[in-house]
């Protein structure tokens, strides 16, 4: 992609695979050797490989009943895309293992509940409210990592791929908002599908990260006293602020899209430098 051919609000998302190499040695703590917040992103790390699946379970359920060819073209980019995020995720979730982590206990626990029951109980329509809520979500930390560049001092494979899962979850953050739209185009629905996302992402994202704290001998009470004042410092120097009040509120208007958010030159211009075009 050249600096002038720029993605569009409804350009079809391409799938990428960045080939990155996870099997190498990382670091326990590879976010600025910050116990606290390499675990606060190992914890949503974690999630993503099952999440991702759903995501695509709720928007091909609904496949048959999209007649618009263009936005079937997406719909199969977004599933391309989450079908990698999830691949190169399950890859860094067996980094977690080797490092000593139990995360196999915690992820067949957390699959349980999240898909076993609350899936299985959730109406078609809720599972993709749901979906497009969530994405939503991710769209947020996207921006916040991209503009921010909060993931500056981490290690370098870690930086590439949250990166690149950031700049492709920017480039899809429509897709299966659009869906529901079509679909199931009702206020009340996709409002249940925040209060269901925010429930099972915030529940579940804590519980994966105080697990991983728990089991790093390295945590202390004094160490995360430390990490915490050395988390707030970085969120001074980048101007991060909180992400997610001010995406739910936007998400509470009726005439929101996720469009409004000017993304795609953001996302653009990291996918031209990393050479993921």
Not at 13 to 25: D, V
Not at 29 to 39: D, R, S, V
Not at 187 to 210: Q, V
């Amino acid at each position: 992609m050249s600096a002038a051919a720029l993605p569009v609000d409804k350009s079809v998302p391409t799938p990428r695979s960045p080939e990155l190499p996870l099997t190498g040695p990382i670091p326990r703590h590879w976010f600025g050797n910050n116990i606290l917040a390499t675990h606060l992103v190992n914890g949503v790390s974690m999630l993503f490989p099952a999440g991702e699946r759903f995501f695509v379970r709720s928007v091909k359920h609904y496949l048959d009943q999209i007649d618009d060819p263009h936005l079937r073209a997406q719909v199969k980019g977004f599933f391309g895309q989450e079908g990698r995020h999830a691949k190169e995720h399950d890859r860094w979730n067996e980094v977690l293992s080797s490092q000593g982590f139990s995360v196999a206990q915690f992820l067949s626990l957390y699959e349980r509940l999240a898909y076993g029951v609350v899936e299985r109980i959730s109406s078609p329509g809720l599972r993709l409210a749901t979906t497009a809520a969530c994405e939503h979500y991710t769209a947020l930390l996207a921006e916040k990592a991209l503009r921010n560049r909060i993931l500056d001092h981490s290690d370098p494979t870690m930086r590439a791929l949250l990166l690149w899962h950031a700049a492709e979850e920017i480039e899809h953050r429509a897709v299966a908002f659009d869906v529901l739209q079509t679909v199931r185009p009702s206020y009340a629905l996709r409002m249940a599908g925040l209060m269901m996302a925010t429930a099972c992402l915030g529940s579940f994202w804590i519980a994966a990260s105080l697990l991983l704290l728990w089991q790093d001998p390295a945590t202390s009470l004094r160490t995360l006293r430390v990490n915490l004042g050395q988390i707030r410092t970085i969120r001074k120097k980048s101007g991060v602020h909180a992400a997610f009040i001010p995406g739910i509120l936007a998400y509470l208007r009726r005439d929101f899209h996720p469009t409004q958010l000017a993304l795609d030159q953001l996302a653009a211009d990291y996918l031209l430098t990393a050479q993921l075009t």
